[in-house]
């Protein structure tokens, strides 16, 4: 397995390889989720096609507030990983390689970037959509897997795919859960064995919630059985359309119910698909 720091280490390498090429874009400390995203890229791949994983804690997506200085690194364990679901190369930038010092272009996804995380995170998505645009051009890729467990993310980078005319087939990848539903996050290593222990009533409660018939009664019943979670501090529960992330009007369209709560310094997000109703007969 390639494993390159500096982007014309990656480009060199990338010249030599023939489509497809699926990337795995992280931000490191790699869990079961990465694992799962990096298999299956192999499998797009198959045995002709190259699999890239990219390693960067991005600074631009943190708010000042924020976890980055204290994200996890483990360098070697990542590499380990990557090297056993099936990845060719590692792209593995520093902040210095990435961003110049006087950088002052950047990429803005305006409407679906505005509801959900983004109203808690400004300017988070712009730093997600900005680090993106500038992997895909570094690594360009035939196809980019992302977890579904950031769906907000993955709906703004389709947009962003389709609006600046990226080359990149956007694959989604279903959320994986540890055994008892909790979605799977690099920030779960944040939580205490107590916290740990309530943490899989996020999802729970989302699950019953999607049960009610229209969106007003899910989002109630989910913001209820969130706000009854002992230390929990609700940040958003949401019912929207799965594409356009605007509140969701009826059961007729695909939605999402999307939630954020912070247990202890964790921040923890989730989502559920929301089927049409005619459909889950
Ligand atoms: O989902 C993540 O880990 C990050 O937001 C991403 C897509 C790697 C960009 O830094």
Redesign the pocket.
């Known amino acids: 397995m390639k494993v390159a720091k500096s982007i014309a280490v990656l480009r060199a390498w990338r010249k030599s390889k023939s489509a497809p090429v699926v990337f795995v ?3 490191g400390a790699l869990h079961a989720g990465h694992a799962a995203l990096i298999r299956s890229a192999r499998k797009l791949a198959g045995s002709r096609g190259s699999v890239v994983v ?1 390693i ?1 804690v ?1 600074p631009t ?1 943190f708010g000042p507030k924020e976890d980055f200085a204290s994200y996890l690194r483990p360098f070697r364990k990542d590499l380990s990983i990557s090297r056993a679901a099936g990845a060719d190369a590692v792209f593995a930038p520093s902040v210095e390689e990435m961003y110049s010092g006087d950088r002052s272009v950047a990429v803005e996804e305006s409407r679906l970037s505005q509801s959900l995380c983004g109203r808690s995170r400004p300017g988070h998505f712009q ?2 959509c900005t ?2 645009a500038k ?1 895909f051009l570094i690594v360009q890729p035939t196809h980019a897997v ?2 579904e467990k ?1 769906w907000q ?1 993955l709906a703004i ?1 389709r947009r962003m795919v389709r609006d600046l005319d990226f080359p990149v087939q956007m694959v989604g990848h279903a959320t994986v859960r540890e055994p008892d539903g909790l979605a799977t996050s690099s920030r779960n290593a944040y939580l205490t064995p107590a916290e740990r222990l309530l943490a899989p009533r996020i999802h729970a409660a989302l699950q019953s919630a999607a049960l009610k018939k229209s969106p007003a009664a899910i989002q109630a019943s989910a913001k209820k059985s969130l706000s009854a979670i002992p230390g929990a501090r609700l940040d958003y529960v949401e019912a929207v359309d799965a594409l356009t992330l605007e509140p969701l009007r009826s059961r007729k369209s695909p939605g999402r119910l999307a939630c954020a709560v912070f247990l202890g310094k964790a921040r923890l997000i989730d989502n559920i698909a929301l089927p049409p109703f005619h459909e889950r007969i």
């Open positions: 874009p992280t931000m990219s960067f991005n997506q730093g997600v680090v993106v992997l992302f977890g950031d993310q980078l």
